[in-house]
């Protein structure tokens, strides 16, 4: 199984995963954050440099950001760190951000699937 760091918002990415519960992959490191808004291009690629197969970021739904473009902020970055990893010679794939409400427990489910992670 794939190593994971998922950034979570704690306004929507973070209560889905909650919504898991007990069955959250052992494999995912979560790293519960105010707003994507906020995670740095650096935080992302470090991660990926100590050792984590891959990233992801679980921000709010486009339209309903609590902090107004704290996802769009996050999807510039996530766009900024794909192009870094290919400038590096290695696969953009290993960061991705979702768009998903608190509500998207099986959207959640699917991501991880399509992941590696379970």
Request: hydrophobic share 45%.
């Amino acid at each position: 199984m794939s190593k994971i760091v998922a950034f979570c918002c704690e306004n929507s990415g973070h209560k889905v995963v909650e919504s898991l519960g007990l069955s959250m992959p052992s494999n995912v490191d979560i790293r519960k954050i105010p707003c994507t808004g906020r995670l740095e291009i650096a935080q992302m690629l470090a991660e990926i440099e100590q050792g984590a197969e891959k990233v992801l970021v679980l921000a709010c739904p486009l339209d309903n950001c609590k902090y107004v473009r704290g996802n769009q902020r996050a999807a510039k970055r996530v766009a900024a760190a794909k192009n870094a990893l290919r400038d590096a010679g290695l696969s953009e794939d290993m960061i991705r951000i979702e768009f998903m409400s608190s509500l998207d427990k099986h959207k959640l489910k699917a991501v991880f699937v399509e992941m590696g992670v379970i």
